[in-house]
């Protein structure tokens, strides 16, 4: 990526569903069942999993890929305090924030047409997009702001990272006993795998009860993204169409069967991503609002708030500090350590560095 310059004056996810038995029977040692049985009543109907669901254009097959027709995705600001504040934990008490993983992002399928281009371009224009927001910022804010706005399309891969890896790891697995592993609630959304387990663990199922109870386990999950649980926080910036492209990638992580079909793409913008990776991400750890950091902050212990990010730091800082983290800094002057997040590229940083200028975070 070339010089994005400087600036002008700068987590939870789908955990493993908690059982809420009701009087639902348990399958022995069939773990993941006990957990997709232990969900009956969790019932959440497509027009409760958006964050927007409803306005969707049509969609269409590509290759193998189901793509959503592509609308203007609305992003918010983001608001109120961290994650790790609301549960009264501080960075050294918890592996929340901290999972993302030492490799850098995997290739992805995703599509983005450049700013001014009317068929398809590269994966790296977003890199493109991120450049014309930053010479535009120098002359004409109005045109920069929408230039934020061109849309593309994202792939399931990269919404996991965005709003998943930091908390859950590059594979799922979280850092058991506090943060969940994802692959058996995820397992038990397949009515196959459930019939399969079922049949080894020598109590045969019929195949209606199989699918019944896989599409309770997957009810219970799209609650969970929606409403958060009691370490979770609730992921309510997501729309139907993102999740529904999420859970095709947690499938995948998970191994359980699917089509090409099963893939999506959704409507994306650079702002949007910069919402993904701050409100996914950042605000694990750090306040919409508040202090700065600095020097005296650091020693203080004082976790900047995302709003003194494009007040107080040049995006190349910034940049500079998600790839490779601050721990040594942060150690030195007594304040909590900043993991490195090398799985977030350069563009995705710039992304998330112009949405919090562009959108204002909220007290």
Not at 2 to 21: A, F, I, M, S
Not at 247 to 275: I, K, T
Not at 352 to 359: D, H, N, Q
Request: aromatic share 4%; with cysteine; net charge neutral.
């Amino acid at each position: 990526m070339k010089n994005l310059g400087h600036g002008t004056d700068g987590l939870g996810r789908p955990g493993q569903v908690e059982p809420r038995g009701d009087g639902v029977m348990a399958f022995g040692a069939v773990a993941f069942l006990v957990i997709a049985a232990t969900m009956v009543g969790v019932l959440v109907s497509a027009a409760d999993r958006e964050g927007g669901a409803g306005g969707l254009g049509p969609t269409r097959t590509v290759a193998g890929t189901r793509e959503v027709a592509a609308t203007s995705p609305v992003v918010t600001p983001v608001e109120g305090p961290s994650w790790l504040r609301h549960l009264g934990l501080t960075v050294s008490e918890t592996r929340m924030g901290q999972m993302g993983g030492t490799e850098p992002p995997p290739a992805t399928g995703r599509r983005e047409p450049g700013p001014e281009a009317s068929g398809r371009g590269t994966p790296s224009a977003l890199r493109a997009i991120m450049d014309r927001v930053l010479s535009l910022l120098r002359s004409d804010r109005r045109a920069a702001s929408a230039t934020l706005g061109t849309t593309f399309m994202l792939a399931g891969a990269d919404l996991y990272r965005l709003n998943c890896q930091s908390c859950h790891g590059p594979d799922g697995a979280g850092a058991p006993p506090e943060i969940k592993s994802l692959i058996d609630p995820v397992r038990a959304t397949s009515a196959g795998m459930i019939e399969q387990r079922m049949q080894d663990a020598g109590h045969p199922i019929r195949e209606v009860m199989a699918r019944q109870l896989a599409a309770q386990a997957k009810a219970a999950i799209y609650d969970r993204l929606r409403n958060g649980g009691q370490k979770m926080p609730p992921f309510r910036h997501l729309r139907g169409d993102e999740v529904d492209a999420l859970m095709g990638y947690l499938q995948v992580l998970a191994g359980v069967p699917s089509s090409p079909g099963d893939s999506s793409l959704v409507p994306q913008s650079a702002a949007r991503v910069g919402e993904h990776v701050v409100k996914g991400t950042c605000h694990i750890c750090h306040d919409a609002t508040g202090p700065g950091g600095g020097h005296m902050g650091m020693m203080r212990g004082t976790i900047p708030s995302l709003a003194s990010f494009p007040r107080e730091l040049s995006l190349s800082s910034v940049q500079r500090q998600v790839q490779y983290g601050s721990s040594n800094m942060m150690s030195m002057m007594g304040g909590p350590a900043m993991p490195a997040m090398p799985f977030l590229t350069e563009e995705e940083t710039a992304a998330a560095y112009f949405y919090l200028e562009t959108y204002p975070p909220r007290p």
